[in-house]
């Protein structure tokens, strides 16, 4: 595991555009335009290293997708995205038009593209904020205003939490917060994909100023104690309720674990 000092819950790092940065890495994976030579070339090697790089990144968005329009289908309309990155297909409100969403996210860059694509919506917002810092999440103006946590709420956790290196008393407080019926939504990294140069990419990642961590299915249940795993469990992301037919392909090229989780 790696050390916390990057992910302290302090304020947000300030942009840097000569360091990769996550956000846009995986913004240039989907085929995004919001992103700078060094994060190109970041993205390059980690293509290099583990050819399925832009695969994962479009089978962990389709999850996004699936795993949102799920939660409208249960009955829930409102969203707190944590780490919702630069917007790209699939924005939760894209995919529940009359759902009521906070995007939260502790790099400057992924706010500002979310801030240009919402305008002025009353629906939506867009919150710089580090999702370690629970308090200032949650007590934020735009947060009370569009999320009532008497009520269920889906808090996302896609393609987030492998960059933090102790989520658990964060999870906690979420978890503690939600009301009956809410669910938490998860993908994760894992070296447990086993494919030639996963191995690598947590090395990869410590370059970058935003280290990876490795967590396994053990991992992940384990911060959703107490919450129902609804099924199919935890998957592959490509495996988490698909709306097509097998391709035939590894689910394991998508190296990263999926799950939704029910408060009872
Ligand atoms: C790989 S992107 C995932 C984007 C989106 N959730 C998705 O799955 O399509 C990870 C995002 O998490 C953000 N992030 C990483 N650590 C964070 C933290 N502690 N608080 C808030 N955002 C964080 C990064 O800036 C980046 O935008």
């Known amino acids: 595991m790696s050390d916390n000092s990057e992910h302290s819950s302090g304020p947000a790092p300030a942009i840097d555009p000569d360091r990769p940065h996550p956000a846009r890495i995986y913004d240039y994976l989907l085929g995004g335009a919001c992103n ?3 994060d190109r070339e970041f993205a390059d090697r980690f293509i290099a290293a583990v050819p399925e790089a832009k695969t994962a990144a479009l089978l962990n968005r389709d999850f996004l997708r699936r795993a949102v329009r799920e939660s409208r289908a249960a009955g829930i309309t409102q969203f707190l995205d944590l780490g919702s ?4 297909v699939g924005n939760v409100h894209d995919t529940v038009p009359d759902a009521r969403v906070v995007y939260v996210d502790n790099d400057p860059i992924a706010v500002a593209h979310s801030e240009i694509v919402l305008g002025d919506s009353d629906r939506a917002v867009a919150l710089l904020a580090n999702m370690l810092d629970t308090e200032a999440v949650l007590g934020a103006p735009a947060t009370r205003e569009l999320i009532d946590f008497e009520q269920p709420v889906a808090v996302l956790m896609v ?3 492998h960059f933090v290196a102790e989520p658990q008393e964060a999870v906690r407080r979420y ?7 809410s ?9 447990e994909a086993e494919l030639p140069g996963t191995d690598r990419v947590v090395e990869l990642y410590a370059e970058t100023g935003t280290p990876g961590v490795d967590r396994g299915k053990a991992d992940l249940l384990a911060l959703v104690e107490g919450l129902e795993v609804l099924e199919p469990g935890v998957v592959w992301t490509p495996q988490w309720r698909p709306d097509t037919e097998p391709d035939g392909r590894d689910p394991r ?10 408060k009872p």
Not at 85 to 88: D, F, V
Not at 175 to 181: L, R, S
Not at 183 to 191: D, F, M, R
Request: aromatic share 6%; no cysteine; proline share 8%.
């Open 36 to 38: 700078f030579a060094p």
């Open 85 to 88: 990155g630069i917007p790209a």
């Open 159 to 161: 393609a987030i939490l």
């Open 175 to 181: 978890i503690e917060v939600m009301a009956p019926g």
């Open 183 to 191: 669910v938490l939504v998860i993908s994760h990294g894992t070296g």
């Open 253 to 262: 090229e998508s190296m990263a674990y999926a799950l939704v989780a029910r």
